[in-house]
């Protein structure tokens, strides 16, 4: 287990709450990019984990594996490669509960993994604000898991809260299968039908094999949008007002929409003939070259470093070169741009401007008129 001040190794693309594990515990953070698949982060490299983990002698790695666009890395390579270095593998795998459902990717805790995180309330019948933690084999102390746990979890848990859990987990045991092959049988359906129109495309199994991708998740329809001159907003907002269909997130290039066993089938078809006809009334226009590109943001100071030091807020397009004092990420789905203790760099500065214009969520702008954001007082 990590102590204070000690390496540690996250996926850049991980959430702002493994952020904020390493804010709080002081830990230095060293970064394992994700590889490109089309327009979002593909998997991890075994042999770029192996490099980092040398360069580092960290002792616990976290990823996140399924991501939230359906990306599954290669955990069981990940594991023999941590601990072939002494470390323990953390997998964040919020978005991969219902992965023990047949059809679904294999759970990374059945991959060898050493700890998995999953959000029960995301993909299978339960309450929000329900998870569960899977520890595996003995290399985890678990005394100390449960010290922690103790320390940052609340000491009046809710019983409504466990109750959902046992019952989305027995309703996963009794008919999930049976729900999954519906579901996926449906899914099939509606790949096929929206990416005949040769307008949208929505993304599966092409995807496995290359860019890190071990497998992919097919509950998830990432719907591209680059062969048109529609938006992933402007088609989430077609859907909202004349279809009434919610969807989970949208940027410019793509559209996501969650579904699972507790979803009406009949609702499902819909929404694939309401993605059909909107298709239907588009021109084909290929938008400029949308290829996903990590940008490797140089460090100055630890997140910890950061935070404490004195701060001032200025306008987005005077930060060029100043040092974040707070974390900027587009929500959903929460993954940082930039991180407390990086230096705000020119393609920072044009990303966030683009989310902005395009109407996305993004936190870390403390001012929405001028754009003003947080950076340390030097």
Same mark, same amino acid.
């Given at each position: 287990? @990590?102590?204070?001040?000690?390496?540690?190794?996250?996926?850049?693309?991980?959430?702002?709450?493994?952020?904020?594990?390493?804010?709080?515990?002081?830990?230095?953070? &060293? !970064?394992?990019? #994700?590889?490109?698949?089309?327009?979002?982060?593909?998997?991890?490299?075994?042999?770029?984990?192996?490099?980092?983990?040398?360069?580092?002698?960290?002792?616990?790695?976290?990823?996140?594996?399924?991501?939230?666009?359906?990306?599954?890395?290669?955990?069981?390579?990940?594991?023999?490669?941590?601990?072939?270095?002494?470390?323990?593998?953390?997998?964040?795998?919020?978005?991969?509960?219902?992965?023990?459902?047949?059809?679904?990717?294999?759970?990374?805790?059945?991959?060898?993994?050493?700890?998995?995180?999953?959000?029960?309330?995301?993909?299978? #019948?339960?309450?929000?604000?329900?998870?569960?933690?899977?520890?595996?084999?003995?290399?985890?102390?678990?005394?100390?898991?449960?010290?922690?746990?103790?320390?940052?979890?609340?000491?009046?848990?809710?019983?409504?809260?466990?109750?959902?859990?046992?019952?989305?987990?027995?309703?996963?045991?009794?008919?999930?299968?049976?729900?999954?092959?519906?579901?996926?049988?449906?899914?099939?359906?509606?790949?096929?039908?929206? &990416?005949?129109?040769?307008?949208?495309?929505?993304?599966?199994?092409?995807?496995?094999?290359?860019?890190?991708?071990?497998?992919?998740?097919?509950?998830?329809?990432?719907?591209?949008?680059?062969?048109?001159?529609?938006?992933?907003?402007?088609?989430?907002?077609?859907?909202?007002?004349?279809?009434?269909?919610?969807?989970?997130?949208?940027?410019?290039?793509?559209?996501?929409?969650?579904?699972?066993?507790?979803?009406?089938?009949?609702?499902?078809?819909?929404?694939?003939?309401?993605?059909?006809?909107?298709?239907?009334?588009?021109?084909?226009?290929?938008?400029?070259? @949308?290829?996903?590109?990590?940008?490797?943001?140089?460090?100055?100071?630890?997140?910890?470093?950061?935070?404490?030091?004195?701060?001032?807020?200025?306008?987005?397009?005077?930060?060029?070169?100043?040092?974040?004092?707070?974390?900027?990420?587009? !929500? #959903?789905?929460?993954? #940082?741009?930039?991180?407390?203790?990086?230096?705000?760099?020119?393609?920072?500065?044009?990303?966030?401007?683009?989310?902005?214009?395009?109407?996305?969520?993004?936190?870390?702008?403390?001012?929405?008129?001028?754009?003003?954001?947080?950076?340390?007082?030097?």
């Amino acid at each position: 287990m @990590t102590a204070i001040g000690d390496n540690i190794i996250i996926g850049r693309n991980c959430h702002k709450s493994v952020y904020n594990a390493v804010e709080i515990r002081n830990l230095k953070p &060293n !970064y394992l990019y #994700p590889e490109s698949a089309k327009f979002f982060d593909g998997g991890y490299s075994p042999e770029a984990l192996e490099e980092l983990l040398k360069e580092s002698g960290a002792k616990a790695v976290v990823i996140t594996s399924p991501t939230y666009e359906g990306v599954v890395s290669n955990i069981k390579e990940l594991v023999k490669v941590a601990h072939k270095n002494g470390a323990i593998l953390i997998v964040d795998s919020a978005h991969g509960a219902h992965f023990l459902l047949d059809g679904f990717p294999n759970p990374a805790y059945k991959e060898g993994a050493d700890i998995v995180i999953e959000s029960v309330h995301k993909t299978l #019948p339960a309450l929000t604000q329900t998870a569960v933690l899977h520890v595996m084999g003995d290399r985890v102390d678990k005394e100390k898991l449960e010290s922690a746990l103790g320390t940052y979890q609340t000491s009046s848990p809710s019983y409504i809260f466990m109750a959902s859990i046992d019952e989305s987990y027995k309703i996963e045991r009794e008919v999930g299968d049976k729900k999954a092959e519906g579901l996926l049988k449906t899914l099939e359906e509606l790949r096929e039908n929206v &990416n005949n129109t040769g307008k949208f495309f929505v993304c599966g199994k092409e995807l496995v094999g290359e860019n890190g991708v071990c497998d992919y998740d097919l509950g998830k329809l990432v719907i591209d949008l680059s062969k048109t001159n529609i938006t992933g907003t402007e088609l989430q907002k077609i859907l909202r007002e004349k279809y009434k269909f919610e969807t989970e997130m949208a940027n410019n290039q793509y559209v996501i929409a969650m579904t699972s066993i507790a979803d009406d089938l009949e609702k499902v078809k819909e929404f694939g003939e309401a993605l059909v006809e909107i298709a239907e009334g588009l021109e084909v226009s290929s938008k400029e070259d @949308t290829e996903q590109t990590n940008v490797k943001n140089k460090v100055k100071y630890s997140p910890y470093e950061a935070i404490n030091k004195e701060a001032e807020v200025v306008s987005l397009y005077d930060a060029k070169g100043r040092v974040a004092g707070d974390y900027i990420y587009k !929500y #959903p789905p929460g993954i #940082p741009l930039v991180v407390p203790g990086e230096i705000i760099s020119e393609n920072l500065i044009k990303e966030v401007e683009k989310s902005l214009e395009s109407g996305l969520q993004i936190k870390g702008i403390t001012d929405k008129i001028t754009s003003g954001i947080k950076v340390i007082k030097e």
